[in-house]
């Protein structure tokens, strides 16, 4: 079974965002295991503005490919370059070593709480 | 729907925490850990796979041979008593119903061993296609199970668990040959068939018996590198072995020349098999499309009903065809992909570029297969 790590907030479309400023977004283990082991990623430049919603980049894994949609708007102030050069950190440590990005917020989507992300997906906290 | 049948190993899977999916109408195994270790495994050690799924047709009788040359498009009356064909069936207009293996066992018995998916439309054809032969038709599917050792250490795993008196008869098996013999105490018909590209053993067993036989490899094979395999790493492997899958490459749409598969037909027999007038008529035609091996220049995979584009063409351009299959390959560290292309860009060396999501990404075409062992 998928683990949701509390204390953080999620989006339907499988993201998840910290509390921080600028705030890291990554994917959660949810989607990790649903995609199997991830061997590529594709992820926004350094300075580009996203929008709620927007694709920024993608996920693949030898059997399928998941695009990733930004939970909030802003500006992309730092990428995470270990996990393009190592996408598997993505299975092996969602919640850490495997954070996409960093944003400069200015506007929030739509984002759920770690317990009721977990409920709508049948993971445990 | 139904719900989807579960093999007599299902009990097995669940206790390796196998990741399970339903396929052609089965609950089977998609990975048991990681589908990249599996796929590894098998090319430098073992994998197990439950390949339960697939068909089992026994044909007896005495027109046996002169049958299945009528129904299949191959010449099944040649294959001389222990070794098997890769054959096809096809519809009146040529149309590709399945692809298939057939094991001859005796002078007047045959196995034929359809996909998961087509086990019933290909037993109902072959029923309608027996009228008037002294033959028997038995699909035996529901009670058998399928158990496939795959890799460069499965003769040496298989031959740990052999008799005496049969290891001289299994090291000197020949590709696409089979025996009826015991692993393990396990009456089975051996095969050294696979679908993978390495060389490997698939192993017909009676359902009662099948969870001991896999208990028995696993343990044998284990020492030496052996896991269990799922699908995902089944498709990444054959894939990379050039290996066409019926629903992908092939289909009722295609026929035999359009998947490169003309030396599987057979003109020179003299029965009138199912498609032949098609075929014939076909034979000399140009070819619509061609089925072709493509490697990516890039990182980003071409998928199944991706279009591919000539190199540099403008973005209005027709596509010059479409990717069947496709992902990136363990063993080469490249996106590859199998794809139907305008001849006249098939030749391997030829660039193109594939709309990737409204990105156009540079692949190649390359002869296949993409992988070849020991080489």
Same mark, same amino acid.
């Given at each position: 079974?998928?683990?949701?790590?509390?204390?953080?907030?999620?989006?339907?479309?499988?993201?998840?965002?910290?509390?921080?400023?600028?705030? =890291?977004?990554?994917? +959660? @283990?949810?989607?990790?295991?649903?995609? $199997? !082991?991830? /061997?590529? %990623?594709?992820?926004?430049?350094?300075?580009?503005?996203?929008?709620?919603?927007?694709?920024?980049?993608?996920?693949?894994? =030898?059997?399928?490919? +998941? @695009?990733?949609?930004?939970?909030?708007? $802003? !500006?992309? /102030?730092? %990428?995470?370059?270990?996990?393009?050069?190592?996408?598997?950190?993505?299975?092996?440590?969602?919640?850490?070593?495997?954070?996409?990005?960093?944003?400069?917020?200015?506007?929030?989507?739509?984002?759920?709480?770690?317990?009721?992300?977990?409920?709508?997906?049948?993971?445990?906290? | 729907?139904?719900?989807?049948?579960?093999?007599?190993?299902?009990?097995?899977?669940?206790?390796?925490?196998?990741?399970?999916?339903?396929?052609?109408?089965?609950?089977?195994?998609?990975?048991?850990?990681?589908?990249?270790?599996?796929?590894?495994?098998?090319?430098?050690?073992?994998?197990?796979?439950?390949?339960?799924?697939?068909?089992?047709?026994?044909?007896?009788?005495?027109?046996?041979?002169?049958?299945?040359?009528?129904?299949?498009?191959?010449?099944?009356?040649?294959?001389?008593?222990?070794?098997?064909?890769?054959?096809?069936?096809?519809?009146?207009?040529?149309?590709?119903?399945?692809?298939?293996?057939?094991?001859?066992?005796?002078?007047?018995?045959?196995?034929?061993?359809?996909?998961?998916?087509?086990?019933?439309?290909?037993?109902?054809?072959?029923?309608?296609?027996?009228?008037?032969?002294?033959?028997?038709?038995?699909?035996?599917?529901?009670?058998?199970?399928?158990?496939?050792?795959?890799?460069?250490?499965?003769?040496?795993?298989?031959?740990?668990?052999?008799?005496?008196?049969?290891?001289?008869?299994?090291?000197?098996?020949?590709?696409?040959?089979?025996?009826?013999?015991?692993?393990?105490?396990?009456?089975?018909?051996?095969?050294?068939?696979?679908?993978?590209?390495?060389?490997?053993?698939?192993?017909?067993?009676?359902?009662?018996?099948?969870?001991?036989?896999?208990?028995?490899?696993?343990?044998?094979?284990?020492?030496?590198?052996?896991?269990?395999?799922?699908?995902?790493?089944?498709?990444?492997?054959?894939?990379?072995?050039?290996?066409?899958?019926?629903?992908?490459?092939?289909?009722?749409?295609?026929?035999?020349?359009?998947?490169?598969?003309?030396?599987?037909?057979?003109?020179?027999?003299?029965?009138?098999?199912?498609?032949?007038?098609?075929?014939?008529?076909?034979?000399?035609?140009?070819?619509?499309?061609?089925?072709?091996?493509?490697?990516?220049?890039?990182?980003?995979?071409?998928?199944?009903?991706?279009?591919?584009?000539?190199?540099?063409?403008?973005?209005?351009?027709?596509?010059?065809?479409?990717?069947?299959?496709?992902?990136?390959?363990?063993?080469?560290?490249?996106?590859?992909?199998?794809?139907?292309?305008?001849?006249?860009?098939?030749?391997?060396?030829?660039?193109?570029?594939?709309?990737?999501?409204?990105?156009?990404?540079?692949?190649?075409?390359?002869?296949?297969?993409?992988?070849?062992?020991?080489?």
């Amino acid at each position: 079974m998928s683990t949701v790590k509390s204390g953080l907030r999620y989006s339907a479309e499988h993201e998840w965002i910290d509390a921080g400023s600028p705030a =890291t977004i990554g994917i +959660s @283990e949810v989607a990790a295991d649903a995609l $199997g !082991e991830i /061997v590529y %990623v594709d992820l926004p430049e350094l300075g580009a503005t996203v929008a709620v919603g927007s694709v920024i980049g993608e996920v693949e894994s =030898t059997k399928s490919v +998941s @695009e990733l949609f930004s939970p909030v708007a $802003g !500006e992309v /102030v730092e %990428v995470n370059a270990a996990v393009v050069d190592d996408p598997a950190l993505i299975n092996s440590d969602p919640y850490g070593a495997a954070w996409l990005i960093r944003v400069a917020v200015s506007e929030e989507g739509p984002l759920l709480s770690a317990e009721q992300y977990a409920a709508d997906n049948g993971a445990e906290l | 729907m139904s719900d989807p049948r579960r093999t007599a190993l299902g009990a097995e899977h669940d206790a390796l925490g196998a990741t399970l999916t339903d396929f052609g109408g089965w609950e089977m195994p998609l990975r048991y850990g990681s589908e990249l270790a599996e796929h590894r495994a098998v090319r430098e050690a073992a994998g197990l796979f439950d390949l339960s799924h697939m068909g089992e047709l026994r044909v007896t009788g005495a027109d046996a041979a002169v049958f299945l040359n009528s129904a299949l498009v191959g010449d099944l009356a040649r294959v001389a008593v222990g070794r098997a064909k890769y054959s096809l069936i096809c519809a009146e207009d040529g149309g590709i119903i399945d692809d298939l293996i057939v094991y001859r066992l005796g002078d007047a018995e045959f196995l034929v061993v359809p996909n998961a998916g087509n086990a019933g439309t290909v037993a109902a054809a072959l029923a309608e296609r027996a009228d008037g032969f002294e033959v028997r038709v038995a699909d035996e599917t529901a009670e058998t199970s399928l158990i496939a050792v795959q890799g460069p250490a499965s003769a040496a795993i298989l031959d740990g668990l052999l008799p005496e008196q049969d290891r001289e008869a299994v090291a000197g098996l020949r590709y696409y040959a089979a025996a009826q013999l015991a692993v393990a105490g396990v009456p089975v018909l051996l095969a050294r068939t696979g679908y993978t590209g390495e060389d490997g053993f698939e192993l017909y067993v009676p359902n009662a018996r099948a969870a001991e036989l896999w208990r028995a490899l696993l343990a044998a094979g284990g020492p030496q590198g052996l896991v269990p395999a799922g699908l995902a790493a089944r498709d990444s492997l054959r894939l990379e072995a050039g290996m066409p899958l019926y629903g992908h490459e092939l289909s009722l749409e295609l026929t035999p020349f359009d998947a490169g598969l003309a030396p599987v037909v057979s003109f020179a027999k003299p029965e009138r098999f199912v498609g032949r007038d098609a075929l014939e008529r076909r034979r000399d035609a140009p070819p619509g499309l061609t089925l072709v091996g493509l490697r990516g220049e890039g990182r980003r995979a071409g998928r199944e009903g991706y279009a591919v584009h000539a190199a540099g063409s403008g973005v209005e351009a027709a596509a010059i065809g479409r990717i069947t299959s496709g992902q990136p390959s363990p063993t080469l560290g490249a996106p590859i992909a199998l794809a139907y292309l305008d001849p006249a860009s098939a030749e391997p060396g030829t660039r193109v570029e594939v709309d990737l999501r409204g990105k156009r990404e540079p692949f190649i075409v390359v002869p296949l297969p993409f992988y070849r062992r020991g080489g």
